[in-house]
Each structure stands twice: as C-alpha cells, then as structure tokens.
C-alpha cells in the first residue's frame, strides 16, 4: 500500500533484465507480481454487523459454519474460504455476481446475507468483471493469447483452476463454472532476455530457471498449470519435475515460523499452509510472519497483499488477500488507513469486538508494555500510536486482580479451587467489560477489552444441559436461542438458571426474553 507506480507497470514480470529481478522491483510490486491488475470492487458489510447461519442446520460440522459465516461477514477472504470450501466438501452453486447457496452432500444452504463478487481485473485498457465477465475475458485471451501468462497468476489467486493438452492450455474453472479457449493456447514467457513458449519451450525454460531461483518464485504458478511438479526441501532447495526429468534448484533460502501450535517453513510450505483449513487463519498467518521478520506487500491503492519478502526475496501467495476493512460506514485499507482507522476506533472507545477482527483477521500486532498492556499496533513492520489503556480490576471471592498484568496469578486462583471459581470467574469478567472469544472447538482461552487481548492460559469448557443435548457456551448460544421456543416451562427455568451461572445476563418481560452475551443481544419469544 505504499507503491504508486502507474498501472502501466503491469506488464514488467515476463520480460526479466538479464540482471535478473531486482531492477524491476517497485513495477512488480504495483503490479501484483507481473499480474494483470486485479481489484476486488465488491461492497463489504460492517465487521461489527456479523449474521449467523442457522445455527440448527443438520450435516453441518463447526469448521463448516465457521467458514461459511466467514464468508457472508467477510467476504474479501472469498478465495481462501473458497479453498477450504474445497477442502470441506462445500461447493458454491452457480451464480452470476451474487452467492446465495451452498450445496453440501446434495443439501443447499440458504446464507444468511447474499454475498457480491466482483474483481476487476484490467489488461491494457480493456476491463474485465469477474464472474460476471469472464465468458468475455475467455474470449479476448482466445484472440490475444500472448496475455495468458498475465492472467493465470491472477485467476489462480481468486481460485480458478487450469486444463491443459499437450500444446496448451484449454480451459479453466472458476467458482464452479468451466469456461473453455477457442482453441488450446500457448503461454509464452520472457526470462533473462529469452523468450519461451509453452509447453513447447518447458524443458529449456526449466534448465534456465536451475539458475534462477528468485525468477522461479514469479513463475511457479505458469509452471504448474503446464504439469511441472514442484517439490520443495526443508532448508529452501527444491526439484522440479516434469516428464521425465528431475532439476535441481537451489531456492530462496527459508524461514521458521510458528503457526497453531506447529513449526512450518517459509516459503517451502507456504502451499501447503493454503490448502488445509486449520491452518488457513489468514489473521493468524500474517501475525506468524510479522513474528519472524517476513513483511507483508500490499498494494497501496486496492488493498491487496501482492506477496510476501522473504529474506529479501519477493514471494507471490497462492491466493489473493484482500485487506479491505469495513467498519461504521467507512471502508479502510490496511496499512495505509491505519492512522485514520485507530483515531475513529479511539473516538469509539475501541469497540472489543472490532479490534479482535483487525488481529485475528487482518494480522494487526499489539505491542505491549511490560505490564502487558497495548502501547502500539503493528503491521508489517510499521508503528502505530494507539491510546493507552488502564488495567482493568476483575474480583473474584473478594480477591483483586489487576488485567493483564495479573492473569497468570488470576487463573491460578481459580484453577486452585472447584469449578465454581471457573463460573465466578467468567461472571467477573464480563462485569469488569471482556468478552469471551470461543475457539473452533468451543472451548474458552482468550478474552477482550479494548485493545487488551488476553490469553487465560487455560482452556475453559463451559456448557449447559438441557434436556440431554450440550450446549458450549457461548459458541453454541446461538443455537441455544434457537431451540428456547421448543422448550417447556419447567426447562426454560432450568435454561436460565444454567445461563446465568455462566455470566449470560437474561431478563424476561411477559413472553419475550432478553439474553446478552459478549455483548451480542438476542431477543426470543417462548
């Protein structure tokens, strides 16, 4: 987000000087790495505006509905959720500019909110919408097949996939939709001053590249839609594999990043962190990489991440990011609204919920004091003043603790006693303005004020009987909501009761019940 070069650029990547990429490095930035200029144009919905799918729909397991309510309340993630779609056995039926189904096991699922699709993609002076164009795009490349190389790093970053024949490529998928060349075509690329035409070309491209890492990295993508297998090393080196043939590359050395609970290198797994849903936490996986000296590139005018450096060496991403963030009627870049968008967090109070999603989702760093209280925010190595907040008292038993400073001593507290210290304790954090953050299992670890994300260090499973079904509190609350209705007197009683031992305030007026939690209100009518 800090390159201005003109669009123009855009056609820098597959002519490489002989000097090799460097020379080129602002151009390829701008231009998404050599890619036609790609810009996600679709109207976002407020962060703080989450919808929930039908929390009681059957055949749905966590990881599915976290993914699909990823998808309708952030939607500028589409080509990483699309692939753990994938992944998970979700296909998104077919659709013009708007995705209002999903088909799982033959099921359709009605989302909750229509979600608009819309990348802009832009070869020369000609203009692309896509999905909505792409039958037009296909029909261009037929009759201007010498763009090709351009635009399959791009469709490959929004999910399409590729077909190819023995002398080119035929045709590729894009959400689910085959679109077919007129006839195959020919890839035709420029390194070192040496043009090459693919696959014809594939085996002398391929003995070039062996001494050529950093062209290699901008060219993977092309590589593999023609068949060449890339297998990478531990330590950077990697083999490609086409036919019959084995080279050996000696690659862009790696870096150790540690990411869920496991050690990965960069950027020889950088595929396969992309391609497991466990591990595709984009939030997450851009904190591990800041954590590890690894900056992020965006483009300053679209909010894209173009790639990642990686000592040094500029690195494509399997998939577009898209770091668009909307919130309270404004859409901001990250980084280069980072300034604007903290001032009006500040004029608000730092809404918890709304500074959770720029960590977990947008990979923005706290930097605490030695108190463990947010002094700054940081992203991809740059700073950002944010107003300091006080340690927030929380009593449990008429005994103080001070957070954050004092979580450690706090949850040795409680874990000292029986399980009804683990209950007084959620109560008085929600009195003292935190809200619980559930992980994907259910289970409690983290918790939120402001700008103050705090890990307990301990896993709290909280859940309520009714009626023989587990309801984990609060990830299943939404579906415990649902299912009031369905509830006699006698077991709505019990509800409540079971409730309210968990922090979750409840107020009754006549037939209607009032439930919050996490600061989320839920209005019911039993």
Same mark, same amino acid.
């Not at 390194?191 to 696959?199: E, R, S, Y």
């Not at 980084?335 to 604007?340: E, H, I, L, N």
């Not at 499973?461 to 006699?488: A, E, Q, S, W």
């Given at each position: 987000?800090?390159?201005?070069?003109?669009?123009?650029?855009?056609?820098?990547?597959?002519?490489?000087?002989?000097?090799?990429? +460097?020379?080129?490095?602002?151009?390829?930035? +701008?231009?998404?790495?050599?890619?036609?200029?790609?810009?996600?144009?679709?109207?976002?919905?407020?962060?703080?505006?989450? &919808?929930?799918?039908?929390?009681?729909?059957?055949?749905?397991?966590?990881?599915?509905?976290?993914?699909?309510?990823?998808?309708?309340?952030?939607?500028?993630?589409?080509?990483?959720?699309?692939? !753990?779609?994938?992944?998970?056995?979700?296909?998104?039926?077919?659709?013009?500019?708007?995705?209002?189904?999903?088909?799982?096991?033959?099921?359709?699922?009605?989302?909750?909110?229509?979600?608009?699709?819309?990348?802009?993609?832009?070869?020369?002076?000609?203009?692309?919408?896509?999905?909505?164009?792409?039958?037009?795009?296909?029909?261009?490349?037929?009759?201007?097949?010498?763009?090709?190389?351009?635009?399959?790093?791009?469709?490959?970053?929004?999910?399409?996939?590729?077909?190819?024949?023995?002398?080119?490529?035929?045709?590729?998928?894009?959400?689910?939709?085959?679109?077919?060349?007129?006839?195959?075509?020919?890839?035709?690329?420029?390194?070192?001053?040496?043009?090459?035409?693919?696959?014809?070309?594939?085996?002398?491209?391929?003995?070039?590249?062996?001494?050529?890492?950093?062209?290699?990295?901008?060219?993977?993508?092309?590589?593999?839609?023609?068949?060449?297998?890339?297998?990478?090393?531990?330590?950077?080196?990697?083999?490609?594999?086409?036919?019959?043939?084995?080279?050996?590359?000696?690659?862009?050395?790696?870096?150790?990043?540690?990411?869920?609970?496991?050690?990965?290198?960069?950027?020889?797994?950088?595929?396969?962190?992309?391609?497991?849903?466990?591990?595709?936490?984009?939030?997450?996986?851009?904190?591990?990489?800041?954590?590890?000296?690894?900056?992020?590139?965006?483009?300053?005018?679209?909010?894209?991440?173009?790639?990642?450096?990686?000592?040094?060496?500029?690195?494509?991403?399997?998939?577009?990011?898209?770091?668009?963030?909307?919130?309270?009627?404004?859409?901001?870049?990250?980084?280069?609204?980072?300034?604007?968008?903290? !001032?009006?967090?500040?004029?608000?109070?730092?809404?918890?919920?709304?500074?959770?999603?720029?960590?977990?989702?947008?990979?923005?760093?706290?930097?605490?004091? +030695?108190?463990?209280?947010?002094?700054?925010?940081?992203?991809?190595?740059?700073?950002?003043?944010?107003?300091?907040?006080?340690?927030?008292?929380?009593?449990?038993?008429?005994?103080?603790?001070?957070?954050?400073?004092?979580?450690?001593?706090?949850?040795?507290?409680?874990?000292?006693?029986?399980?009804?210290?683990?209950?007084?304790?959620?109560?008085?954090?929600?009195?003292?303005?935190?809200?619980?953050?559930?992980?994907?299992?259910?289970?409690?670890?983290?918790?939120?004020?402001? !700008?103050?994300?705090?890990?307990?260090?301990?896993?709290?499973?909280?859940?309520?009987?009714?009626?023989?079904?587990?309801?984990?509190?609060?990830?299943?609350?939404?579906?415990?909501?649902?299912? &009031?209705?369905?509830?006699?007197?006698?077991?709505?009683?019990?509800?409540?009761?079971?409730?309210?031992?968990?922090?979750?305030?409840?107020?009754?007026?006549?037939?209607?019940?009032?439930?919050?939690?996490?600061?989320?209100?839920?209005?019911?009518?039993?």
């Amino acid at each position: 987000m800090r390159l201005r070069t003109p669009l123009a650029a855009l056609f820098v990547l597959w002519a490489v000087s002989e000097t090799g990429l +460097s020379l080129n490095l602002c151009s390829l930035c +701008s231009a998404g790495f050599g890619l036609a200029i790609q810009r996600p144009v679709f109207q976002l919905p407020s962060v703080d505006r989450p &919808v929930y799918l039908d929390p009681n729909k059957k055949g749905i397991t966590d990881d599915m509905r976290y993914y699909i309510e990823l998808l309708v309340n952030q939607p500028n993630l589409l080509p990483t959720i699309t692939g !753990a779609f994938y992944k998970l056995g979700i296909a998104i039926k077919r659709f013009k500019d708007t995705i209002g189904c999903l088909l799982i096991r033959g099921q359709e699922i009605q989302l909750p909110r229509k979600v608009p699709v819309d990348y802009s993609i832009k070869i020369e002076n000609k203009v692309f919408h896509l999905p909505r164009e792409t039958v037009k795009l296909t029909a261009y490349l037929s009759r201007n097949p010498h763009h090709l190389a351009l635009v399959i790093p791009t469709l490959r970053g929004i999910g399409a996939t590729f077909t190819r024949t023995e002398v080119g490529v035929s045709s590729f998928t894009l959400f689910n939709v085959v679109y077919k060349f007129e006839r195959p075509l020919e890839t035709q690329v420029s390194v070192g001053g040496k043009t090459f035409k693919l696959p014809k070309d594939l085996k002398l491209l391929i003995k070039l590249l062996a001494t050529r890492p950093k062209d290699l990295m901008m060219l993977e993508v092309v590589l593999q839609v023609h068949g060449v297998k890339i297998k990478k090393n531990e330590g950077g080196g990697a083999v490609l594999q086409y036919k019959d043939s084995e080279t050996r590359v000696n690659n862009v050395p790696d870096v150790r990043i540690k990411l869920g609970g496991r050690h990965y290198n960069i950027p020889t797994d950088l595929q396969a962190i992309f391609e497991n849903p466990k591990t595709l936490h984009i939030g997450l996986l851009f904190e591990s990489f800041q954590r590890s000296n690894i900056k992020l590139k965006v483009n300053f005018n679209t909010g894209v991440v173009v790639g990642i450096i990686v000592k040094g060496t500029l690195v494509p991403l399997p998939l577009t990011i898209d770091l668009r963030f909307k919130w309270d009627g404004k859409v901001y870049l990250i980084p280069r609204d980072m300034k604007a968008l903290i !001032a009006q967090l500040e004029r608000k109070g730092l809404p918890s919920q709304v500074m959770h999603i720029l960590y977990t989702r947008f990979g923005v760093i706290p930097v605490r004091n +030695s108190a463990g209280i947010v002094i700054k925010l940081s992203f991809s190595g740059q700073l950002f003043a944010i107003k300091v907040e006080k340690q927030t008292a929380v009593t449990i038993l008429a005994k103080k603790f001070y957070l954050p400073r004092d979580t450690k001593k706090m949850v040795a507290f409680v874990n000292g006693g029986d399980q009804n210290r683990t209950i007084l304790m959620m109560q008085a954090l929600q009195r003292a303005g935190f809200m619980f953050i559930p992980e994907s299992d259910g289970t409690l670890e983290t918790i939120q004020k402001g !700008a103050q994300m705090i890990t307990l260090g301990t896993k709290l499973k909280v859940t309520v009987n009714i009626l023989g079904t587990r309801y984990r509190m609060p990830f299943d609350l939404p579906r415990l909501v649902d299912d &009031v209705k369905n509830f006699g007197r006698v077991h709505i009683n019990s509800m409540l009761k079971g409730m309210q031992k968990c922090g979750v305030k409840v107020t009754k007026k006549g037939s209607i019940y009032h439930i919050l939690f996490n600061n989320v209100k839920y209005t019911v009518k039993a």
